[in-house]
């Protein structure tokens, strides 16, 4: 469940921001989180995407009405949370808890898939062909500077300078 609402808040973040950036309002800078997180592959990317005010409210009901139950939030309830404790915890392990939890982790991914899927197809109709060609197209750019970006970290980092052995 964890995994379940961690994924839909980041893509109703993401979904947030790029219209918000369709705005061109500026977006907050997102807190650092612990793990290096990607798009959903099924996410709609709308940066420098113009948008009506009624393309604007439809998306808005969408994310709303697909925005996930506070209630549903509790780490206790999520079978990852349930399967790392159970992992951590000293003494045997029981295989059934474990393959229980897996099929109930397979369970959520599937529907959180199709919710997904449900969620990006709504948000597509909403949409014109030249507005999902100038999201993708926009999107390939950014991705393109992303990477030029992370090759130029690289080379100014230089070559990694090996660990001293113990006792140094």
Known sequence: MKHFMHAIVLGTASLAATVSLAHAQPVPAPAAPHH???????????????????????????LEANRPDPSQ??????????????????GPVDRGKITKLEKKI??????????MIDVTLAIRGIL??????????????LEDLHRQAAAIIRQASGPEVPTPPPGL
């Open 36 to 62: 290096m997180y990607f798009h959903h592959p099924l996410m709609i990317d709308l940066p420098g995407v113009s948008l009506s005010d009624e393309q604007k409210a439809k998306i808005h009901a969408i």
């Open 73 to 90: 939030m509790d780490p206790q309830n999520d079978p990852h949370h349930q399967l790392k404790a159970l992992l951590q915890a000293p």
């Open 106 to 115: 397979s369970q959520e991914d599937a529907e959180h898939l199709r919710k």
């Open 128 to 141: 014109t062909p030249q507005q999902l060609q100038q999201g993708l197209d926009n999107s390939t750019k």
